[in-house]
């Protein structure tokens, strides 16, 4: 088949390296060049980028199974895996250390190498519907034809789908965060888990994420409508409230790591439900089909964990062009 793929962030990566390692010519479609010649990636649209991240298993252990290139590429860039000794299991890998940046660098270098797998640069005006079933899409207003088309283009994806007002909401909460690299020697500071700290205060969280090659992230979790809260959004107020919380105050002070950020800020977060069902020769992935609060790491887990089970519809004989019918399931 020829398969249309509507994003390039990560789920869309192993949505359509997939599907070439099962015979499909795959154009992938994001409006984001992807790096620059001089290193730098701003990411249009993606904005929890730079943001603080934590990989769960899932994304590991997906990436081994499904795209084993990308996973060796993502371990080469620097990404670390959490190894924890379980009781009567041994040592299991729970996690990952590495910044969101690193991990997508890191899936477009594989794919930019995957045959018959072409990044294609363009902004998606919408779909091409055909008597009920999907043909293609329209992208900068020209028609692009295929026999299956994705939908890994995210939160803000502009194709329809049907929302139950029921299962759609505001988080309630808003992520004040910046992040820092240690300098030269350093050794991490206290750490709770395996992934670095989280601690639970009165009326807020404080969660610090270990990422790769000494860089970290501190993450203030704040509900939106506490206003005495909102000054976190200030360079100084935020490394005073560093100070005032003692592990932080370690792991931040100017002896052990330096700031690589502002402070960023990410609000309006929605918890969203779409119906996964829609006409044939169209199937959604990722957040298009559910975000939540990303604490905890769960967006790109559930993502990958989508992309695994329809993978696994293909593999077990399903129909590609009507497989979002058993996929909502």
Not at 224 to 241: S, Y
């Amino acid at each position: 088949m020829r398969v249309l793929v509507l994003g390039s962030g990560p789920t869309g990566l192993l949505t359509g390296a997939a599907l070439v390692e099962r015979g499909h010519e795959v154009i992938s479609v994001d409006r984001d060049p992807g790096p620059a010649a001089d290193g730098n990636w701003r990411r249009r649209g993606v904005m929890q980028f730079e943001h603080a991240h934590g990989f769960r298993p899932q994304v590991a252990d997906v990436l081994q199974r499904r795209w084993p290139s990308a996973y060796d590429a993502w371990m080469g860039a620097g990404a670390e895996p959490m190894m924890v000794d379980i009781p009567e299991a041994g040592a299991r890998i729970v996690g990952s250390r590495s910044r969101r940046s690193v991990l997508e660098r890191a899936l477009r270098s594989a794919a930019s190498v995957t045959p018959r797998m072409t990044l294609h640069v363009g902004h998606v005006d919408g779909l091409l519907v055909d008597d009920g079933r999907v043909r293609g899409a329209v992208v900068d207003k020209v028609p692009l034809t295929a026999d299956l088309v994705v939908d890994a283009s995210g939160r803000s994806s502009r194709i329809d789908r049907t929302t139950d007002p029921e299962l759609e909401g505001l988080c309630g909460l808003a992520y004040v965060d910046r992040t820092y690299q240690l300098v030269p020697g350093a050794e991490p500071g206290p750490m709770d888990n395996p992934l670095g700290s989280f601690s639970e205060y009165d009326g807020y969280q404080v969660l610090l994420f270990l990422h790769d090659a000494g860089h970290f992230s501190v993450l203030f979790v704040c509900p939106t409508a506490d206003d005495a809260l909102k000054p976190l959004r200030l360079d100084a107020v935020f490394d005073a409230a560093c100070r005032a919380v003692p592990a932080l105050a370690l792991w931040t002070d100017p002896d052990r790591a330096r700031p690589t950020s502002s402070v960023m800020v990410g609000g309006a977060l929605r918890n969203v439900y779409r119906c996964q069902r829609g006409p044939a020769g169209l199937v959604s992935v990722g957040d298009v089909v559910a975000t939540t609060t990303p604490t905890r790491g769960r967006g790109v887990a559930m993502g990958f964990t989508q992309v695994d089970a329809h993978l696994g519809l293909l593999d077990d004989g399903a129909d590609p062009v009507t497989v979002s019918e058993p996929f909502g399931d």
